[in-house]
């Protein structure tokens, strides 16, 4: 094996896109040194180190190989009988396959003959000469770069003026140095070297040569003045704004995309204090955060309250003596937008959002379920029927306004620009409206939560409000036959259907999900009937509306928001024996699992759990293969077995405890109550036939079995934990 050195590999391009960076820098190390290691020439204590600027993507890989080792190979040939006549010579075709593989006659004494299946089969052993560095390294380096995850191929011409090129940008400079020596290279028209180039303005020399390997971060800062490591360039980025802030007793907002975006864009940054004007202070400060974010790049400053500033910071891209001009124009640059918001704020104020909701029946919200008018008064329904199960008349009032009020400020002007927006300025406007505070947070929190994490409604209404648009938006889905495939959700309905389980279970909604899904389905009900023949027949049969359905839900939309509560439960730690346990119930008040779920963990910590699950999955195994259905009933006068007789005297005594603390919601003395019956359940099905010739008897201990097998899965389906 040849002694190791490190191998440096950079591509140098033209400004690559900020928000694929990272990605394409991670994926260009990652696929070289992958590469290389599936040749030999690298192992798996290699190190990685990526690097990834605007204008390059680059690896450094450490302990690589001047050429793989040889490696022996065995090659099977073919079927002993078709290569050897009787005498033992090789035939014609086994001539002409050694002449494929580089041998020839000389080589058929050394051919080793193994079983192949029940035929014998001739086998050629060889060794096979390692890869050098140039060969691998040109082939891990092609196959890294057709494999990058790039957002959107360009195609360029080569300097010959006829030769094109796709790729994600313009590539101008190849590297490739094996310790200090160049490894010849060709990709994309290039042929690697040893030289680069540093940033665009600031580089004290410029080709910057590099002397080898080891040497090329810090030559490119030392001569490029470029900060070559994406995650280094991070880390200053993220030092020098807190430093900044930390002067002033401010703090800079926290937004791990805009800094990842951020660092992608600066070769050499410098972070630089700017300010505007104090007037602008009067917009809602999400407004002036998300215009300075999204469109410039800057870091909004914070008080120790949580309240913008007038300051922000700049990260800038040169490190001039004098820095005044660039502070100027990025606040010279910053201040046309921020007069746009308040320009858009002010003349929102002009109309209430009431005034508003008329309009929204002239915006479409799908072509086959009608206007975004026609949906609100769905989801007003929906969530004046939550409301009125919650708490009565008033709070259902409360949520029919929120929800007449909460998609209205889609027609604003703020809105129509930063549509992030929504629900944050229906807040605002309702307030400016004189609506009741409740209202107010209502409008503005009813998205929430917008994705997996967020926090939910801060009040009941703006709960209720939450609900009841996600409710109208998944069902209305599912009725026109939208529902996610694979990984395809362009409606988002997985993150609906967390939404439901997050606000049902962590705000302990006294509600069942298939009555909840029932108020939607009777607006879509309704719906259909105003429609034409074609559309409502489609409704029709994509709900289902059968006579269960009405009362408990439309069962695709049941059982697929139940399929994301597993995986939100299953992130809550519990096991996936546990979930299914609970789950295999279909449980409709999401506000139990939570107590259902501690309770089978409960459960299964205990002694007499395992024998107990065990004989459960028994008791419903025995009861499936009965025809026709089994009575929960036992007649006394019909036990006549022992094990029997204890058995059902132990459930006559420990089931109105266990039903006691059921009644009572203590889901977990109500199954530790169970454990009592471990002993007379092993014994019965240690000396009880239950398949008793006699009929009656028969009868009567399925009956038993069928008591058991209910007093044991009120709280959950307790062979779900049997292994």
């Not at 440096?8 to 960076?21: C, D, Q, T």
């Not at 605007?54 to 490696?71: E, T």
């Not at 938006?473 to 309905?493: E, M, N, S, W």
């Not at 899965?713 to 049997?722: C, M, Q, T």
Request: charged share 20%; hydrophobic share 45%; glycine share 6%.
């Amino acid at each position: 094996m040849s002694t190791t050195k490190n191998l440096l590999v950079e591509l140098f391009v033209e400004e690559l896109p900020p928000k694929a960076l990272k990605k394409l820098g991670e994926a260009f190390a990652t696929g070289v040194a992958d590469g290389l290691k599936a040749q030999g020439l690298a192992t798996e204590h290699s190190a990685i180190t990526p690097f990834a600027s605007p204008r390059r993507l680059a690896v450094h890989i450490s302990a690589v190989h001047a050429f793989a080792a040889d490696k022996a190979v065995s090659q099977k040939l073919m079927p002993a009988s078709v290569g050897l006549t009787p005498a033992g010579e090789a035939t014609p075709a086994l001539l002409k396959k050694l002449a494929s593989v580089g041998a020839d006659a000389s080589a058929v004494p050394q051919l080793k003959r193994q079983m192949d299946g029940k035929a014998e089969a001739l086998y050629f052993d060889s060794l096979v000469k390692g890869a050098t560095l140039a060969e691998g390294l040109q082939k891990a380096l092609l196959d890294a770069l057709a494999k990058l995850p790039i957002p959107k191929v360009m195609q360029y011409q080569l300097a010959d003026g006829w030769t094109s090129v796709n790729f994600v940008r313009p590539a101008h400079g190849l590297v490739a140095l094996h310790g200090a020596d160049v490894v010849e290279v060709h990709a994309l028209g290039l042929t690697s070297g040893r030289e680069t180039h540093g940033h665009r303005f600031e580089a004290p020399m410029d080709p910057v040569v590099l002397q080898d390997a080891d040497h090329y971060a810090q030559q490119l800062e030392t001569q490029g003045a470029v900060v070559a490591s994406f995650a280094a360039r991070h880390g200053e980025i993220a030092r020098q704004l807190q430093a900044s802030a930390s002067k002033l007793g401010l703090s800079p907002i926290e937004d791990a995309a805009l800094l990842d975006e951020v660092t992608a864009l600066v070769e050499r940054p410098n972070v630089l204090l700017c300010q505007f004007e104090a007037e602008f202070l009067d917009v809602p400060q999400e407004c002036l955060i998300l215009t300075m974010k999204a469109n410039q790049k800057y870091f909004p400053l914070l008080d120790a309250a949580g309240k913008l500033t007038n300051q922000f910071l700049v990260v800038s891209n040169i490190c001039p003596e004098d820095a005044s001009r660039v502070i100027e124009g990025n606040e010279r640059v910053v201040r046309p937008r921020l007069a746009d918001a308040k320009f858009f704020f002010d003349q929102d104020r002009k109309k209430s959002l009431e005034s508003r909701v008329a309009g929204l029946a002239k915006v479409v919200y799908h072509n086959k379920l009608g206007t975004q008018g026609e949906r609100t008064e769905r989801v007003r329904a929906i969530a004046k029927a939550i409301g009125q199960q919650l708490g009565g008349d008033a709070l259902a009032a409360q949520a029919d306004r929120a929800a007449l009020l909460a998609k209205a400020d889609l027609l604003t002007d703020m809105v129509g620009e930063f549509p992030e927006l929504q629900g944050v300025m229906g807040g605002y406007y309702a307030r400016h409206d004189g609506e009741s505070e409740a209202v107010a947070i209502a409008v503005e929190d009813h998205y929430k939560p917008r994705f997996a994490g967020d926090e939910l409604p801060r009040n009941e209404v703006g709960v209720i409000v939450a609900l009841a648009d996600k409710l109208e938006t998944l069902v209305g889905l599912f009725a026109i036959d939208q529902k996610p495939t694979g990984d395809k959700d362009p409606f988002a309905l997985r993150r609906h259907a967390l939404g439901i389980c997050r606000l049902m279970i962590e705000k302990d909604l006294d509600l069942e999900l298939g009555t909840v899904i029932g108020f939607a389905i009777r607006e879509f009900e309704k719906f259909a009937s105003t429609q034409s023949e074609e559309s409502s027949q489609s409704i029709h049969f994509n709900l289902g509306f059968q006579q269960n359905y009405k009362v408990n839900g439309n069962q695709d939309v049941f059982n697929f928001i139940c399929d994301r509560l597993a995986g939100y439960l299953r992130e809550q730690q519990y096991s996936p024996q546990e979930v299914s346990a609970v789950l295999s119930l279909s449980p409709q008040r999401f506000s139990e699992i939570s107590k259902r779920m501690e309770a089978v963990r409960a459960f299964a910590a205990l002694p007499e759990a395992a024998s107990l699950a065990a004989a459960n999955k028994r008791v419903g195994n025995i009861l499936k293969k009965v025809e026709g259905s089994v009575v929960a009933s036992v007649q006394p006068t019909l036990l006549v077995e022992p094990a029997e007789v204890a058995l059902n005297t132990s459930l006559l005594a420990i089931t109105p405890t266990a039903d006691a603390a059921f009644a009572a919601g203590d889901y977990t003395a109500s199954l530790q109550a169970l454990a009592g019956l471990r002993a007379p359940v092993d014994a019965f099905f240690g000396g009880v036939m239950v398949n008793a010739e006699d009929p009656a008897l028969r009868a009567n201990r399925l009956g038993l079995l069928a008591t058991l097998h209910a007093a044991m899965n009120r709280v959950a389906d307790l062979s779900k934990l049997a292994s």
